[in-house]
Nanobody, 117 residues
Framework: QEQLVESGGGLVQPGGSLRLSCAVS????????MRWYRQAPGKERELVAGISSFGGVTTYADSVKGRFTISRDNAKNTVYLQMNSLKPEDTAVYYC??????????WGQGTQVTVSS
């Protein structure tokens, strides 16, 4: 059964850093592009960052460029999101998403990130 388990969320002060992880099982991780989305209260879910199946291509939302870095370790079936210089507007539930070559999608359960002093 396909599983994506996010971890690493929490409460951090503005300007701080967090590293999210998403551990995957139940499918061939290296064949899937991976993405991080986030959803703040009262807002639609938005794409934050994406990485191609072998990590050669990364994309970022304009709002996080230069502050967030997505990476993956195909040997560990894990994708990461390093978040630096966090702002209160980064507060949201962060979701891991896997997008397969056949158009199949899988989602994690989400991890809460709160940026507040």
């Amino acid at each position: 059964q396909e599983q994506l388990v996010e971890s690493g969320g929490g409460l951090v002060q503005p300007g701080g850093s967090l590293r999210l992880s998403c551990a995957v099982s139940g499918f061939t991780f290296s064949r899937y592009a991976m993405r991080w989305y986030r959803q703040a209260p009262g807002k639609e879910r938005e794409l934050v960052a994406g990485i191609s199946s072998f990590g050669g291509v990364t994309t970022y939302a304009d709002s996080v460029k230069g502050r967030f870095t997505i990476s993956r370790d195909n040997a560990k079936n894990t994708v990461y999101l390093q978040m630096n210089s966090l702002k209160p507007e980064d507060t949201a539930v962060y979701y891991c998403n896997a997008a397969g070559p056949s158009g199949d999608y899988y989602w994690g359960q989400g991890t809460q990130v709160t940026v507040s002093s």
